[in-house]
Every structure is written in C-alpha cells, then in structure tokens.
C-alpha cells in the first residue's frame, strides 16, 4: 500500500468487521432490541475505535431503528455515516489525492516544515523516505534532516534513500543534538529555496519524560529559525497499537503538538480503528497511510 492511499482503503479491516456484525445480528424483518444493541456495541469496541464513538453510534442506531425491524443495509448506512462524520470532524480539510503535499499545512512562505515524531519502529524513517520520494516525484523540492542521531543505521538509511531520491540532506555526526539538525535543516532549506523540509527524529516511548523533553525542544528550536514552523508534526501510528495509540496521541501532542497522523503497518490484521477514537478526542486526522 503507498503512502498517499486512501483511509478508505486504511480502515477496510474495520469495515468487514462491522459489516459483518450487521449482517449476522440483523436479519430483515427482525427487531432491533436492547440485546442486539448490546451485542453491536461489543462488536464495535473491538475494532479499537472506543468507547466514545462506540457508544454514540449505538445511540443513533437506538434513536433511529430502535424497536421496530430494520433492513441491515439502512443499519449500515448509518454506522457507516456517523463514523465518516466523526472522521471528517468539522469538514475543513479538503485532500487532493493528486498532489502529496496537499494534506499538509502550508508555509505562507520559505519552506513547509514537517516534523515526523513516534515510539520507536512503528516506521518512521520510511515513512518520510516514501513522502519524500512522492513529492520529489510530483515536482517539489525536498530537503531530509537526519535527526534521529542516537541510531546511526538510521541516519545511513536516510542518507541511501535521499541518493535514491535525488534530494538533500542534512546530516551530523553520532549523538549531536538533534535539536540542532533541526535547526540547520530548516536554516539549510531555507537557504536553498526547497518547498518542503521533513526532520527525522529518534524512536521514543510516550512514557519517557526526558526525550519527550528532549522532542519538545526540537520543536521549539525549529519554530526560532521559521516562523510558524513546524507547519506540520506527523504522528507516526502503527495500525495495530490499538488503544495505546490514544496514549501516544495524547503524550506526543503534548510534546510536538500533532497535527495529524501517518498510519503504518495495515496487514491483515490491522483494523486501525483507533483513529476514531483520536481524532473524536483530539482532533488530529489522518494524513497519510502507508
């Protein structure tokens, strides 16, 4: 699956779960009762979107159907209409799937600047070499900073991928403050005159104070050089972390101040719900999937 896929296409395994439930508890011309509420709303919290979102749809369901008999597609449309809404949020963002850079909030002027943040192998460093790659190939200017300098693999694997790319990068020697490849990142990009600028930073637990510190002071130095920036701070979410993603949301916001997501790591057991449940609490929305 690429990166720029859809969140359709993300939550599929959420999809058939629910779809399924419809159909094996309600059979036309039955009665949609307190029991087979119960049942669904069980159903519901097991594709990790919470109890929130859960709750809200039984409600609508019970509102709407409750006591009378039902035809499983109209069931179906309203589960699938209330948690596009909820995804949706207040209907302001608008992505073209033509143009990789639309998702992101733009810099009025310089370089966009994204800061891509997450515990440590949910997919960070690719995920930034595949957004790279995609905006270099649809014509923008791209220019990496390798903060993650505590994993020299990953600042050698960002380096091989930027000479697949064909864009620059910025780099230091093992154990510098990340903080200030950040800042020569954005001094560099600006400088150069590159549309987007994406800075790398080291795995972490949302439980760690002092490198959540630590991402909190990178943030801060990048916003000294640019104003404004970071335009965008990517979280990083593997699909199958199920609730402890709203944990990292929360902690990682906290720090970075997110503003939206790349979701990893959908295989055929990923269900990805979670991102109802964080974007009904927090707001942020997915922006890319891969």
């Not at 008999?69 to 033509?98: C, M, N, Y």
């Not at 954005?186 to 600028?197: L, Y």
């Not at 449940?277 to 927090?282: E, F, G, P, V």
Request: hydrophobic content about 40%; aromatic content about 4%; some cysteine.
């Amino acid at each position: 699956m690429g990166l720029f896929d859809s969140l359709k296409s993300a939550l599929k395994k959420t999809k058939d779960v629910l779809r399924t439930d419809v159909r094996d508890l309600l059979k036309s011309g039955e009665i949609l009762d307190e029991r087979k509420l119960e049942e669904f709303y069980r159903g519901l919290i097991t594709t990790d979107m919470g109890v929130i979102a859960a709750q809200e749809v039984v409600d609508e369901l019970r509102k709407q159907f409750g006591g009378r008999t039902v035809d499983p597609e109209k069931i179906w449309e309203v589960v699938r209409g209330k948690l596009k809404a909820i995804l949706h949020g207040d209907g302001t963002e608008s992505f073209d799937q033509t143009d990789p850079i639309s998702p992101l909030n733009r810099a009025e002027s310089g370089p966009t600047v994204v800061l891509v943040s997450g515990v440590n192998g949910v997919g960070k460093t690719t995920s930034i070499a595949k957004l790279a790659n995609i905006m270099h190939k649809a014509g923008h200017k791209v220019l990496l900073a390798a903060g993650d300098t505590f994993r020299a693999a990953a600042v050698e694997q960002l380096t091989m991928w930027s000479k697949r790319i064909g864009c620059e990068i910025v780099t230091k020697p093992p154990k510098s403050d990340p903080a200030s490849v950040a800042f020569e990142g954005c001094d560099q990009g600006d400088k150069s005159n590159a549309e987007v600028v994406i800075i790398d930073t080291a795995g972490r637990l949302q439980t760690q104070t002092n490198l959540m510190a630590e991402l909190e002071k990178i943030h801060r130095v990048i916003g000294k050089r640019l104003d404004g920036a970071p335009h965008e701070s990517l979280l990083v979410l593997d699909a199958t972390t199920g609730q402890n993603g709203i944990s990292q949301a929360t902690k990682f916001s906290e720090a970075a101040h997110c503003t939206g997501i790349i979701l990893t790591k959908l295989d055929g057991t990923a269900k990805g719900g979670v991102v109802i449940a964080i974007r009904q609490k927090m707001g942020i929305p997915v922006k890319y999937v891969g």
